[in-house]
């Protein structure tokens, strides 16, 4: 049986041992906590058992545990300047027995596992379980979903992977749009702007893997919050992130109404 409250009271224990004043640590914290909340929520509408909604609830409470060493030893949350957050995530609850600090029972153990480990790859591995699998899926959706929140509630300035005094002034790469509109979820590799990297989080619409996850995209409205926040006063980009919006919200409507 999974005690979520004990959970969480452990966390918070683990946590008090990083830099809590430090803004990046407490927009984790935020961060994690409203994933925990999503992926409960997702498991909700799935009409999950509360004992799986609990579950999905610890797994997002635990998915991003890895970024407090990661900030600490490379002072970044960017895993392509230092490691793979995920990777590290599972080393720490599984290397040394944590997670028995988190749930006393044993059978969760690959599922949690799994579902960590898989939150932030490109494609989920194969090969996985059915609940390994489903559980997968909900982390991911939850993490994604709450990441707009994250751009919407904070200065665009600190989200954007590009340094820059004034994302608006940036201009959209037309291959990013181009493959926007192929409705498939774009990758960061050859960004050139901070804009392409806003359009890489909108994409995040294509892997979504629950009609729920776009219910609330849409009920958030979500992605027009996101491109008005970007206030691009370049014409071209202007319209870009117009059509961008127009294809995302026709996507998302097309798969709630089938």
């Given at each position: 049986?999974?005690?979520?409250?004990?959970?969480?009271?452990?966390?918070k224990?683990?946590?008090?041992?990083?830099?809590?004043?430090?803004?990046?640590v407490k927009?984790?914290?935020?961060?994690?906590?409203?994933?925990?909340?999503?992926?409960?929520?997702?498991a909700?509408?799935?009409?999950?058992?509360?004992?799986?909604?609990?579950?999905?609830?610890?797994?997002?409470?635990?998915?991003?545990?890895?970024?407090?060493?990661?900030?600490r030893?490379?002072?970044?949350?960017?895993?392509?300047?230092?490691?793979?957050?995920?990777?590290?995530?599972?080393?720490?609850l599984?290397?040394?027995?944590?997670?028995?600090?988190?749930?006393?029972?044993?059978?969760y153990?690959?599922?949690?596992?799994?579902?960590i480990?898989n939150?932030?790859?490109i494609?989920?591995?194969e090969?996985?379980?059915?609940?390994?699998?489903?559980?997968?899926?909900?982390?991911?959706?939850?993490?994604?979903?709450?990441?707009?929140?994250?751009?919407?509630?904070?200065k665009?300035?600190d989200?954007?992977?590009?340094?820059?005094?004034?994302?608006?002034?940036?201009?959209?790469?037309?291959?990013?749009?181009n493959?926007?509109?192929?409705?498939?979820?774009?990758?960061?590799?050859?960004?050139?702007?901070?804009?392409?990297?806003?359009?890489?989080?909108?994409?995040?619409?294509?892997?979504?893997?629950?009609?729920?996850?776009?219910?609330?995209?849409?009920?958030?409205?979500?992605i027009?919050?996101?491109?008005?926040?970007?206030?691009?006063?370049?014409?071209?980009t202007r319209?870009?992130?117009?059509?961008?919006?127009?294809?995302?919200m026709d996507?998302?409507?097309?798969?709630?109404?089938?």
């Amino acid at each position: 049986m999974i005690d979520i409250v004990k959970a969480k009271n452990y966390f918070k224990e683990y946590v008090s041992n990083y830099d809590t004043s430090d803004s990046r640590v407490k927009l984790k914290i935020v961060h994690i906590n409203h994933v925990s909340e999503n992926a409960k929520q997702i498991a909700k509408f799935l009409n999950l058992s509360q004992e799986e909604q609990n579950l999905a609830e610890l797994i997002g409470l635990l998915h991003d545990i890895g970024r407090f060493e990661q900030l600490r030893i490379y002072g970044t949350f960017a895993d392509k300047d230092s490691i793979n957050h995920a990777e590290k995530a599972v080393e720490i609850l599984f290397e040394n027995n944590l997670i028995r600090k988190f749930v006393e029972d044993e059978k969760y153990d690959s599922i949690i596992y799994k579902a960590i480990k898989n939150h932030n790859t490109i494609k989920i591995e194969e090969g996985l379980s059915k609940q390994e699998l489903l559980h997968s899926k909900i982390i991911r959706d939850a993490d994604k979903l709450d990441i707009y929140r994250v751009l919407l509630e904070n200065k665009l300035e600190d989200c954007v992977h590009i340094k820059t005094n004034d994302v608006s002034k940036e201009i959209i790469s037309p291959e990013y749009f181009n493959d926007f509109s192929k409705q498939q979820l774009l990758l960061y590799e050859n960004i050139k702007s901070n804009i392409d990297f806003l359009v890489v989080i909108i994409s995040y619409i294509y892997d979504l893997n629950f009609i729920e996850t776009l219910k609330l995209v849409k009920e958030k409205d979500y992605i027009r919050k996101v491109i008005e926040k970007i206030d691009a006063k370049d014409e071209y980009t202007r319209e870009k992130l117009n059509e961008i919006n127009t294809m995302a919200m026709d996507y998302i409507n097309k798969k709630i109404n089938n």
